[in-house]
């Protein structure tokens, strides 16, 4: 039982939920169920908009990361560099239409995201690489000479 469902219980005062109170956690499980499954996740900074899961990877060399776009394509996606500000936002229209003897139907969806990421060190934009396959955006952001050399590895030795 989730903690909103105990507490909407709990008003109650007898256990039993009203119609109203049973239905909105109805609709609330299936727009929680319809998200997690097409791998996007709301972003709780914007309320009512969708963002892409973003996997991010600190290497020695650079950071890399991996924004999975069901659906998408190269042309429908933007990765810009501003200072330290790494942004990639995309948009996805789509319009579906079928045409048959006794029906005519017409689809239409939407649906735009931005992710930004503040790199830990200032990035060069000529040696940044984006590529796009099968859904899948990958960027690698090298880190500079002067940051490679300035981490240096300490040894840990046990006492």
């Not at 239905?23 to 319809?34: A, I, K, N, Q």
């Amino acid at each position: 039982m989730t903690p909103q469902r105990f507490m909407r219980e709990r008003e109650t005062g007898n256990g039993e939920m009203d119609i109203f109170r049973r239905l909105r956690g109805d609709v609330e499980r299936l727009f929680d169920d319809f998200s997690r499954g097409f791998g996007w996740h709301p972003d709780p900074s914007i309320f009512g908009t969708l963002s892409p899961h973003l996997d991010v990877t600190e290497s020695d060399d650079g950071v890399t990361m991996t924004a999975e776009l069901p659906g998408m394509d190269e042309k429908d996606v933007e990765v810009t560099l501003t200072g330290d500000l790494l942004s990639i936002k995309g948009e996805k229209k789509e319009e579906h239409e079928e045409k048959k003897k006794d029906y005519h139907l017409k689809e239409r969806s939407w649906g735009s995201f931005e992710r930004t990421v503040r790199m830990p060190f200032r990035a060069d934009s000529d040696a940044i690489k984006a590529s796009f396959s099968k859904g899948v955006l990958k960027v690698e952001v090298p880190k500079p000479a002067d940051v490679k050399k300035a981490c240096k590895k300490i040894e840990v030795k046990s006492a």
